[in-house]
Every structure is written in C-alpha cells, then in structure tokens.
C-alpha cells in the first residue's frame, strides 16, 4: 500500500531556531497536508496544498507541494515553546481517506 | 460552534468482547472518518461515511464497520476484540469530504484489549 516517509523521526532544537521536516512517497497525491498533534487530544490541521509547486504560508509555517505530487516539507521559523508536539505530514486522494506519515517529535528548549 | 465529539473517552475491554464507538460531527459537516492510531503502525484510515453512505474504506478486517445516521452522527463497532485492537481511536469530520484532507479530528477514544 500507500506509505509516507517522514524525517526526521525526532528533533531537539533551541527556541528562536528554524526547523525544517518533510515528506516523499513512492505514490503521487493529489493533496498533501501537515498536521500537528499535541498530547490527548487529535490532530489538528497546519496547512493544506492542492496544487504541485503550491507554496503555502501560516504565520511562522511554510509548506510546499512538490512538483512530482510525490513530496512535501515544512518549514517553522523562529520556533517557540508552543511549538513542541508531533507533525505528520499527510498526502489525500480521495473521500476522507490521508496516508500519514510516522510524525516528527518537536522539543523546543526555552 | 463545537468541534467533533467524541464518546466514550477510555474503555477497557476484554479479547472477544465488542465495542461500540460514538462521534458527533461539526455542525453541518457530513462527511465523517475513522482512523486508528498506535504507537507502531501511526495512523490509518478506516472508513469515510457521507449521508449514511460509506464512500471510501480503508484495509481493516470485516470486524470493524461502521455506521452513519441521518443527522450525520456516525458510529464504529469492533467486534470480537483483539489485543492489537488497542489504539487511539479517532473521529473526524468535514463539510463534505469533496476538499481531500481538510478534516477535523475529535480527541478520540481510547481503547484498550485485555
């Protein structure tokens, strides 16, 4: 089946720096997405990319859906506390169903 | 406006038995999802319900379906419970499922095989 790969599976970073993660598959998606997950509760929606090339701001997060339809990354800039969670990327092909990828645990140190 | 609820929040069950799981969409959403999240296998689709329809399904045993009423309120029922089946149940909803990926997941139920 579909599978996503996501990296880095982990990352330890210093508050005020940039991350960067993404995401590629062997399979084309017609959408891609990023999520974030804090503990018990569910993901919840970042920055959703519809079209190949599309280059998507939110506040401090940029994503891009790659030319192929088959990869994805997103950038936080200048990254603060509250940023601290798991990021899965997400690639849609149709009715509700997303593939997702095994998520990257973000520790921001204060 | 509410987001998805979902009920019950834990429960422990027994290998064998079955489980009925519950979700309330957003307000006006009619599309719904299943997923389930563990610690190994991330997480992965179950099945979509749109107007008490199942539109899309994902690779699981015939021991989970699901159902959707006509105030779009949907249910997810596994029956003859496996240890494996402990995970994170989760919910979501969205207006109608035709915008890929714009879902709108619940806190999730958790459930857990003896």
């Known amino acids: 089946g579909q599978q996503l790969n996501q990296s880095p599976q982990s990352m330890f970073i210093q508050e005020g720096e940039d991350v960067s993660m993404n995401c590629t598959s062997s399979s084309i998606f017609n959408t891609w997405l990023w999520y974030k997950q804090d503990p018990g509760e569910g993901p919840v929606l970042l920055i959703a990319l519809y079209k190949a090339g599309e280059l998507t701001s939110n506040g401090r997060l940029t994503a891009q859906f790659g030319i192929t339809r088959k990869d994805s990354f997103l950038n936080i800039s200048a990254s603060i506390p509250s940023d601290v969670g798991i990021y899965f990327c997400?690639?849609?092909?149709?009715?509700?169903?997303?593939?997702f990828g095994q998520g990257t645990i973000l520790t921001v140190h204060p | 406006k509410a987001g998805v609820t979902q009920t019950p929040r834990y429960l422990i069950k027994t290998r064998g038995q079955q489980v009925t799981l519950s979700c309330s969409p957003i307000?006006?959403?009619?599309?719904v999802s299943w997923y389930q999240q563990t610690p190994g296998q991330g997480l992965q689709f179950l099945f979509e319900?749109?107007?008490?329809?199942?539109?899309n399904k994902g690779n699981f045993p015939g021991r989970f379906s699901g159902r959707q009423f006509s105030n779009s309120r949907s249910e997810m029922n596994v029956s003859t419970l496996e240890l494996g089946d402990s995970a994170l149940y989760l919910c979501?909803?969205?207006?109608?499922?035709?915008?890929?990926?714009?879902?709108?997941f619940g806190e999730g139920s958790r459930l857990t095989v003896l």
């Open positions: 979501a909803s969205s207006p109608t499922g035709e915008k890929v990926g714009e879902l709108f």
């Open positions: 307000s006006g959403h009619r599309s």
């Open positions: 319900y749109f107007s008490e329809t199942q539109r």
């Open positions: 997400a690639g849609g092909t149709s009715y509700g169903k997303l593939t």
